[in-house]
Each structure stands twice: as C-alpha cells, then as structure tokens.
C-alpha cells in the first residue's frame, strides 16, 4: 500500500520523518516526488509512506490536487496513494474550515470519497 503524509514545511517534515522511524519503525528507502520538497519515501512490511513538505500552508491544496490528479491518471494500483493525510497547524482562525472545504472541493471533481478522522 501507498500512503502520503503532506506537511506544511521543512520542520514538520524533519519531525514527523523522525517520529515514524524512531516510534514506527518505518525504514529510509529514497527521495520522494519532485513536486513535494523536502520529501522521503518510507517502507515497512512492503508498504511505502511518502512525507513531503508542501512549502507552506498556502501550497497544500495544490501538491494535494496533484497528488489526486496523477492517482486519477494512474493505470496501475502500485503507481497510486490509497492514503493521504494532511497534517497542520491552527495557527490562524479560520484555516482549518477553509483546508476542510479546498479539499472538499479537490476531492470532488475528481469523485474522490473523504472520511472525517478527527
């Protein structure tokens, strides 16, 4: 399975790379995606996670629509993400309820279905 973990930036990046090696024990395998700087590919148990820094809270819907577009156009089930999380910060009212609905709104034209894991 293909999962992907999109952050804000380069710390977020550092930190959740860090946890899911030293809590998860998840191994370094190579350089993720050209669009996701900084990004790694993880592996553990033939599963792959992919945590990239999307240069900004402003930047996530974009990476996050491209990551969509190329599930959408991919032909195999190895070349697509099964999972995407997004993790950020609350560091400005009304971040979240805009997130939340580009989200909505990149899930929706491409007929993708969201679960609320809150």
């Known amino acids: 399975m293909n999962s992907v973990l999109l952050c804000e930036g ?17 191994e370094d395998k190579e350089r993720g995606p050209g669009f996701l700087r900084p990004s790694r590919v993880l592996g553990k148990d033939g599963n792959k996670l992919v ?34 999380a997004i993790v950020t910060d609350r ?3 009304g971040t979240e309820k805009g997130l939340v609905q580009g989200i909505q709104t990149v899930f929706a034209s491409y007929g ?4 609320d894991v809150r």
């Open 10 to 26: 380069s710390t977020d990046f550092a930190l959740l790379q860090y946890f899911m090696r030293k809590v998860y024990g998840w």
């Open 51 to 84: 945590i990239g820094g999307t240069g900004g809270s402003s930047q996530i819907l974009s990476k996050l629509e491209k990551i969509v577009d190329n599930n959408f156009h991919s032909a195999y089930d190895t070349e697509y993400y099964h999972k995407i």
């Open 91 to 93: 560091d400005e009212e």
């Open 112 to 115: 993708v279905h969201m679960e």
